[in-house]
């Protein structure tokens, strides 16, 4: 039963000349007052602007989690209002079967007692592809694999969930890998199949990759270009990786736990994974996990195979977290000549003098202010307050 309030807005939808109810609730509401309404309200839930706020964002888990089913059909129903695509690869411990995990029973089911519409249904259905309560990390309890093996099935069913995700502009991977050089793993593996599944569907509109957790091996395994890449080598003339504008880097830091000859390996993959974006990204963010790690574009001699080799010619924004002081500039804009903004976070004390929190600095501009002041004051040095030609003064005035 609709309350009067709902009677008042779905009556003005019907009357109004105005911009929809839809439209004129997102104008007026937030993003979460947007979602509330949506989950409390049975007559506002089956608006089209709501549904298109709702499903902006959905979040994907794979492997499945225990007690739920991913349902591809019901995917499709709302796939073209999905942008922005978050897929966590989470295997959880062998022991975890929490109660959390599994579905809920027809007598705890708050519609239980209710006839199911088929929004409603289909919102159970898409709950699949929301957060859950996440297990414990479990990484140890991942099976080993070889480097070349491919799920084809599991290949296949992500090449149809990015086909119908067609509008999908940010695509954020998360997983709880290994810091430190366990090989090719379960999670390795999933990550290949997601790159491979990528190039295959070739999606047109995906600007942005986030890749918020990773690790070394993680990286390792998402080589798309030349014989680095796992699985297959990407064969597309025109590949969605020429396409991407912003890539978000939050590695662990694996230095302390690799060996010196690992180390060297590192270097150059990250290096080489980099520098297979060089030609496209206006926007980089590279921030460590743990300890502070180098800054890929002046590491310095603790790392001489992480140099770079390539220009980047479009790159107008360099984000830095958790990186070893020390950001020399001009270094940076070698191969970044037409970088605009340096970013680097810093760790601050807060009012209370014991926690801290980051806070970001544009380093461009303070190298900039400093030699402007600098040439302004050699401007002033060479002010000639005389009517005789320049020629004439051949000596700088004391």
Same mark, same amino acid.
């Given at each position: 039963?609709?309350? #009067?309030?709902?009677?008042?807005?779905?009556?003005?939808?019907?009357?109004?000349?105005?911009?929809?109810?839809?439209?004129?609730?997102? !104008?007026?509401?937030?993003?979460?007052?947007?979602?509330?309404?949506?989950?409390?309200?049975?007559?506002?839930?089956?608006?089209?602007?709501?549904?298109?706020?709702?499903?902006?964002?959905?979040?994907?888990?794979?492997?499945?989690? #225990?007690?739920?089913?991913?349902?591809?059909?019901?995917?499709?129903?709302?796939?073209?209002?999905?942008?922005?695509?978050?897929?966590?690869?989470?295997?959880?411990?062998?022991?975890?079967?929490?109660?959390?995990?599994?579905?809920?029973?027809?007598?705890?089911?708050?519609?239980?007692?209710?006839?199911?519409?088929?929004?409603?249904?289909?919102?159970?259905? =898409?709950?699949?592809?929301?957060?859950?309560?996440?297990?414990?990390?479990?990484?140890?309890?991942? *099976?080993?694999?070889?480097?070349?093996?491919?799920?084809?099935?599991?290949?296949?069913?992500?090449?149809?969930?990015?086909?119908?995700?067609?509008?999908?502009? &940010?695509?954020?991977?998360?997983?709880?890998?290994?810091?430190?050089?366990?090989?090719?793993?379960? =999670?390795?593996?999933?990550?290949?199949?997601?790159?491979?599944?990528?190039?295959? &569907?070739?999606?047109?509109?995906?600007?942005?990759?986030?890749?918020?957790?990773?690790?070394?091996?993680?990286?390792?395994?998402?080589?798309?270009?030349?014989?680095?890449?796992?699985?297959?080598?990407?064969? %597309?003339?025109?590949?969605?990786?020429?396409?991407?504008?912003? !890539?978000?880097?939050?590695?662990?830091?694996?230095?302390?736990?690799?060996?010196?000859?690992? &180390?060297?390996?590192?270097?150059?993959?990250?290096?080489?994974?980099?520098?297979?974006?060089?030609?496209?990204?206006?926007?980089?963010? =590279?921030?460590?996990?743990?300890?502070?790690?180098?800054? #890929?574009?002046?590491?310095?001699?603790?790392?001489?195979?992480?140099?770079?080799?390539?220009?980047?010619?479009?790159?107008?924004?360099?984000?830095?977290?958790?990186?070893? &002081?020390?950001?020399?500039?001009?270094?940076?804009?070698? #191969? %970044?000549?037409?970088?605009?903004?340096?970013? *680097?976070?810093?760790? *601050?004390?807060?009012?209370?003098?014991?926690?801290?929190?980051?806070?970001?600095?544009?380093?461009?501009?303070?190298?900039?202010?400093?030699?402007?002041?600098?040439?302004?004051?050699?401007?002033?040095?060479? *002010?000639?307050?005389?009517?005789?030609?320049?020629?004439?003064?051949?000596?700088?005035?004391?």
């Amino acid at each position: 039963m609709s309350s #009067p309030l709902e009677k008042a807005l779905l009556r003005l939808q019907v009357f109004s000349k105005g911009p929809s109810l839809g439209h004129f609730l997102k !104008l007026h509401l937030a993003i979460n007052d947007i979602l509330n309404l949506r989950l409390a309200s049975r007559s506002l839930h089956d608006l089209f602007e709501l549904n298109k706020v709702a499903f902006e964002t959905i979040h994907i888990h794979t492997p499945v989690p #225990p007690g739920r089913e991913q349902q591809i059909d019901a995917l499709a129903a709302v796939a073209l209002a999905c942008r922005h695509i978050v897929v966590k690869i989470a295997f959880p411990s062998k022991a975890s079967n929490s109660p959390l995990l599994q579905p809920p029973s027809a007598e705890t089911s708050p519609y239980a007692s209710e006839s199911n519409t088929s929004s409603e249904i289909l919102s159970e259905i =898409i709950e699949s592809y929301c957060p859950y309560v996440e297990p414990p990390i479990a990484w140890k309890f991942v *099976v080993q694999r070889k480097p070349g093996d491919v799920d084809q099935v599991l290949l296949e069913k992500w090449c149809q969930i990015f086909k119908l995700l067609s509008n999908m502009e &940010t695509l954020h991977i998360a997983c709880n890998g290994d810091p430190a050089w366990p090989g090719c793993t379960d =999670i390795e593996s999933l990550l290949v199949i997601l790159r491979i599944a990528l190039e295959r &569907t070739n999606p047109k509109h995906l600007q942005t990759v986030r890749l918020s957790p990773i690790h070394a091996m993680g990286i390792m395994h998402l080589r798309w270009a030349g014989a680095g890449a796992y699985g297959e080598a990407c064969a %597309a003339r025109d590949p969605v990786w020429y396409r991407l504008k912003v !890539l978000e880097l939050h590695i662990y830091n694996p230095y302390h736990q690799l060996s010196k000859s690992q &180390t060297q390996v590192f270097d150059k993959i990250f290096t080489d994974y980099l520098q297979s974006f060089s030609r496209t990204l206006t926007r980089l963010d =590279i921030s460590w996990i743990g300890a502070d790690g180098p800054d #890929p574009f002046a590491a310095g001699d603790g790392h001489p195979n992480l140099k770079f080799m390539r220009s980047w010619s479009r790159l107008e924004e360099l984000w830095l977290g958790r990186v070893k &002081t020390g950001h020399d500039v001009s270094l940076i804009k070698q #191969p %970044a000549p037409h970088l605009q903004r340096l970013m *680097v976070a810093s760790d *601050v004390l807060d009012k209370d003098g014991e926690s801290t929190h980051q806070a970001w600095d544009d380093r461009l501009v303070q190298h900039e202010d400093h030699h402007k002041d600098g040439s302004e004051w050699m401007a002033l040095r060479d *002010v000639r307050l005389s009517a005789l030609p320049a020629p004439l003064f051949q000596n700088r005035l004391a």
